[in-house]
């Protein structure tokens, strides 16, 4: 049984502040540990439940946060940037299951760090319509290549999130949402528990499911006008509102793709203080 975990940072136990996870910081060393410890509470859980080989993707901004010298050592780690498939590296390697983890919830949402690929600027995205988190998306990617979703971790709005777009998955809640840049944290110890129970029942979801291609609709909804026409110069891509940027795409890969390109033309056209 092989299974991929996606490992992303803002839900990961204790974090609750853009400090915690802008690499280079005190605050970033510190809950690099606890990021660090979560994927190893993960790990133990899957290989309690019968996995035979797991490999874990840093999804994490510079993809550079897991600290390998303490990784559990029956795991295998996909590190640093410019992946072909980013935070879903791996899914197409005929993986039997994935797991989520240290997700968040999306921009436009309430939930400890929420936003969609950028910290900020982006203000919703939506998938056929549907207002969609990262962590929707990355499912709707899975689902494509016959993957099941097997857990998520993260703060209780991303588990519920989660409830919505992969109703079969477990969840592990590391932390309640007070605000975006507060939660009511566990402490590792209880965290690290909750995820390896929750991470050896999930073994039992996995299993390949028949792969579900399909066309699919991105939009892209921005702070700043500027923002949704530079990404509009992009060929497929269409301003369909002075905020807004929409595209189709013949699969979720190649929606995802797309999506990608659309995020870093952004991102690059963001000025200073006005963004």
């Not at 790990?43 to 600290?67: T, W």
């Not at 400890?112 to 900020?120: D, K």
């Not at 203000?123 to 962590?135: F, M, R």
Request: include cysteine; glycine fraction near 10%; proline fraction near 4%.
């Amino acid at each position: 049984m092989r299974i991929l975990i996606s490992a992303d940072m803002e839900g990961a136990t204790g974090v609750t502040w853009p400090a915690d996870v802008a690499p280079g910081t005190e605050q970033w060393q510190r809950f690099r540990r606890m990021f660090t410890g979560d994927v190893n509470a993960c790990v133990a859980g899957l290989f309690d439940g019968g996995a035979s080989d797991v490999l874990v993707n840093e999804a994490h901004d510079s993809q550079r946060n897991l600290l390998l010298e303490d990784l559990d050592e029956r795991a295998r780690m996909l590190t640093g940037r410019h992946k072909p498939l980013s935070m879903m590296q791996g899914i197409d390697t005929g993986v039997d299951g994935v797991v989520f983890l240290g997700y968040h919830t999306a921009a436009g949402s309430d939930g400890v760090l929420a936003h969609t690929y950028l910290g900020n600027s982006v203000t919703g995205v939506w998938l056929d319509g549907v207002h969609a988190s990262e962590g929707r998306l990355n499912a709707a990617m899975a689902a494509e290549h016959g993957v099941p979703l097997l857990l998520v971790t993260g703060d209780d709005l991303t588990c519920a999130d989660a409830g919505d777009y992969a109703p079969d998955a477990r969840q592990a809640a590391v932390k309640e949402c007070v605000s975006r840049y507060s939660a009511i944290c566990l402490p590792p110890s209880r965290t690290a528990a909750l995820i390896r129970a929750e991470a050896t029942v999930a073994t039992a979801l996995a299993g390949r499911r028949e792969p579900r291609p399909a066309p699919h609709r991105i939009e892209v909804e921005f702070d700043a006008t500027h923002l949704a026409a530079a990404a509009a110069v992009i060929p497929t891509v269409h301003q369909v509102s002075p905020l807004r940027v929409g595209f189709d795409a013949e699969s979720m890969t190649e929606a995802m793709k797309a999506f990608k390109i659309v995020t870093a033309i952004a991102s690059g056209a963001v000025e200073s203080v006005y963004g």
